[in-house]
């Protein structure tokens, strides 16, 4: 077993060694501009970018004309949104997203609201994270120019219905736009079925290389139109200028088509170590509680809140694995995450969570060490705590008066 163990794979993935393989050439000798028309180099690299076109748009069944190169799915949300939000301005000025969006979708969408006087409904999620399309309904007014609802989240691994909402739109004549930028290669996406008319997603969560994602924009029944947010030489299609990066773009094809070769076995692999990994956490230590939806969820994904513990101190002791917590580190304050907030759980709990990512290359050995360093870790750390100490001993904490008067 190698160290350090990689549980982090919703933040990045290792790239795959035959991602790697199939990009090398376009770094040396096929340096073509994909642009450039007149020539071999040009022509090779333009054919290098439509077969990875053809294997993107195949995972998500699209056409390969529907989608827009960006560098990320960060670029993927900002576009689709300030996109739509300036191409429809005149049929209305509101959106609906829900609270527990990506920042670059919440970011963008607050962005919009303040800078050009844009409407915006957060929808509430329920105790599990989803969201409720008898909501999304409701939230929809004449105004309404845009639903932007993600697949899946990235914390907590909860997948929304994303179908249902996707008939609501269609039904009241309004855009939907869905980040699905952790969906995508782990669980079946059809953005037909689904009724998406724009969807972000990105190659470095498909162990794919970084700095390059994509836009899906549907062409027809409706056809999406976008502003383009980068002016230039109106490459895609106009909707997002800059000569492509063509290694990335052949790596971001290579890993869309060897997910879809292998999700299904890759998906349910992931999901008995997960299972795994849950159980043998929960056999061992009481008072840990599942965040996110028991079943409607990512095969990968695990978080867990383990009462009495500070996450941050518990990523502290395990340094030889490489997990998340529910805490963001947002200037002199320690933040809980917004994310398990809108979901009704409470600051105690929320600092006490931690995120299991596993991945492609995760191996059976590291989960059961990842059990067993746990175990130890979390026993210690409530063996140090006070509150942990006064609970087992049937005081009520709540009742407790903390303040010195
Ligand atoms: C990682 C992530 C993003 C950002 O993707 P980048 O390609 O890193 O910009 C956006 N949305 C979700 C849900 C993500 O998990």
Redesign the pocket.
Known sequence: MKFPIYLDN???TRMDPRVLEAMLPYFTEKFGNAASRNHAFGWEAEEAVENARKQIARLIHADPKELVFT?????S?NLALKGVVEMYREKGDHIITSMTE?R??LDTAKALETKRGLKVTYLPVDKTGMVSPDDVRNAITDKTILISI?LA??EIGTINPTKEIGKIAKEKGVLFHC?A??GVGKIPVNVQEMGIDLM?F?A??IYGP?GV?ALYVRKKAPRVRIAPQMDGGGHERGMRSGTLPVPLIVGFGKACELCEQEMATESVRLAAMRDRLQAGILKELEEVYLNGHPTQRLPHNLNLSFAYVEGESLLMGVKEIALSSGSACTSATLEPSYVLRALGVGSDLAHSSIRFGLGRFSTDEEIDYTIKRIIEIVTKLREMSPLYEMAKEGIDLKSVQWAVH
């Open positions: 919703h933040s990045t560098s990320g799915a960060t670029e949300d990506h670059a979708v993600m989240n990235n980040d930028t952790q972000s990105t470095h969560k970084k994602g």
